[in-house]
């Protein structure tokens, strides 16, 4: 009852605010000429000099006194529309806006909006699209997101062919990512080298690392949010992309124009096809192993238009990858094994327009993520004996959220709603079976577990003064499981100073929660993740961070600058027991294998430039940072680095239009080595056939610093149907950089002055050499 009260309180002054000198109010949707939504494209009205922006359905409201107005609606690659209206009562505009057309295709846009980073409110926050991703060149030809987002400050893909996100110190559980507002669990195909995000379903990509908004919730280092493509309404177009290793198709067009669009888009990866003639040779006898790997995922979304002022969109994506192999290099068995895991997600919306001011958005989501393993061996010495191990581990959501925005007047832009999940969590069943009954071993397999997480939030961007504007949130959280409750309110805050010659000091401060964790491998095995809940035993963990910025936009280049510094204290961190693994105590509940009283501290400087328009546009980023972690019962209790603390980090990513069909992009990254943990000394054993290492210190040792080149080359040409046709050829690691992947200590047989004896060597392994590629992709 506290709770409603004070939510109530909140919402009665925001409610309240006085808005003498608006009479009435414009509002309505902008989209591009195909009936594409533009997010954040600009209403400016020239008299009053006050404005808006649009949100993520292309939806403003812009209140203004009666009387003659004169409207600038712009989006960065579009025609910018001048309007003039005379204001008497409430209006609906619905505007459409044409893509610029450039002759000999001097200019390239990579931003996503018309809003200089000087006027925007939000701290840590870097904005993508499509386009820009597509020109940055990558391992297999095939564009990708994360990629493109590790490229910027502050953010890594942690290790040399990874796809990750370690975001400030914060492990890859801490990243909310949303995908049409569904939570996507496992962002990986084939085993990081790819994101399971398709570039042509793309429509915005949004990253938040600091300064959260009270809407998002529930994780502690950023918040990935994408979009993708509602469809055409007035014509059918689609785009068709063939690669070495894979293959792209996306369509989309009217059901019924200017009412009922569709899009689909899907990818599928064929090494199994490569690795055929492999497979053969295994199964003659000519070769003792074989391995076959499949990816394939498929975005589709449907939108409905009842009126201007109701909409219907269904969203749904599904990804799986499957990998298989076999080894009979031993005389005495044969092993086999077969590791499958995917995401689905399914999103329902409903966007109600209540009133010019009040527009209200309905979901029902689901998402879920699924892993199994299997292995087997067969030993053929005497009696065949055929043992099989096997392990499952999953999460499912349903999800219900309810949001508002509201537009009392142009200095206020106030958000609310609730939202709440039921989460389903498998966190792992393991099972061993065999022939031989004499070597059963019977593992505990644990029930699923339920939960329930709500929230409740409340956020204003409120421009206080001309020069002075602040996003001022509040989120409360609860988080139920069995009869446990845990509850958290979250404050939030970020705060923007305008000064002359578009100078901008920015401010932020978040408190978060989150009551999800993640357990996965600390060596580079086989890919597992497991996902568990906040229990009795486990509680939830915590950051509350601190950041402040310089920000200067220099217009009449189309580039913006900022230097941004942070300070983030984590609570309530889990990790590995020493000793101890998934797979090593696979017959243990995973509660007894962690420890949770952990502590992290993340501070560090980001600097960043960035350049929007013109024949050279790109993105210059470094970073210094330090993190760590401590635990009572890891490392002594002394502090340590985190396993991706590295200090420098620099990235230059550049796209120059060499002709009107040629243009080149490159990149080139820098980053300190990994930490990793080597032993001070070791003992033989009594045997004296092996070397045992001893280790005291936790990641103790850094690995040669990080470093690559890649290039790519783009031919884009019309057919003679007008249709655009795009040859991408590329090199990655341009100069065979021998960049480490992992390392592991081995046993080196030393035989000397007639005695021999083993002694442990480090063996570092590089994952990736040069690699090229070619794609070809038609526009149609």
Known sequence: MNLKHIIFVILLCFFSISVRAQKNTISGYINDEN??????????????????????????????????????IAYIGFESRDLQISLSRDTTLNIRLLEEVYQQQEIVIIASDDEPASERVQLGSVKLTPAQIKKIPSITGEPDVLKALSMTPGVSNGREGAAGLYVRGGTPDQNLILLDEAVVYNPNHLFGLLSVFNPDAIKSIELTKGGFPARYGGRLSSVLDIATREGNTEKLRGNFGLGITSSRFSLDGPIKKDKTSFMFSGRSAYLDVISFPLYLLYKSGSAEQYFSYTMYDVNTKLSHKFSDKNRLIVSFYTGKDNYRGADKSSVSEESKFALVWGNTTATIRNTTILSPKLFWKNMLIYSKFAYQLKASTEERITIPIRSEFKSLSGLNDYTFKSAFDYIPSPNHYIKFGVEATRHLFAPQTNELTSTDTSEIAVFENIESIPAVETAIFVEDEWRITKHFKANIGLRHSSFTVNEKIYASFEPRLSLLFNFPK???LKAAYSSTQQYLHLLTNTGAGLQNDI???TTERITPQQAVQYSMALVRSLPQYSTDISIEGYYKKSKQLIDFKEGVSLQLNAD???????????????????????????KLTGILAYTLSWHTRQFERINNGE?????????????????????????????????????????????????????????VDRNNFRLPDYHRADIAFNHTKATKRQRERTWTMGIYNLYYRRNIYYARLINKYIYEDGANYFEPQLKAFSLLPIVPSVSYSLGF
Do not use: C, M
Request: charged fraction near 15%; aromatic fraction near 14%.
């Open 35 to 72: 009936g594409e939504a533009l997010i954040g494209a600009t209403v400016y009205e020239t008299t009053t000099l006050t404005g808006t922006t649009t949100n993520q359905y292309g939806f403003f409201s812009l209140a203004l006194p009666s009387g003659t107005r004169q409207l600038k």
């Open 502 to 504: 578009n100078y901008a």
């Open 531 to 533: 996902w568990v809940p």
């Open 588 to 614: 243990q509940n995973w509660q007894d294998l962690i420890e949770t009283d952990g502590e992290g501290t993340s501070y560090g400087v980001e600097l960043q430039t960035q350049k929007n328009k013109g």
């Open 639 to 695: 502090k340590y680095p985190f396993q991706y603390d590295n200090r420098h980090s620099f990235s230059v990513t550049a796209n120059y239009i060499l002709s009107k069909h040629w243009d080149v992009s490159g990149t080139w990254v820098y980053r300190s080595g990994n930490p990793i943990s080597l032993p001070v000394a070791a003992y033989d054993t009594p045997s004296g056939e092996q070397s045992i290492p001893a280790f």
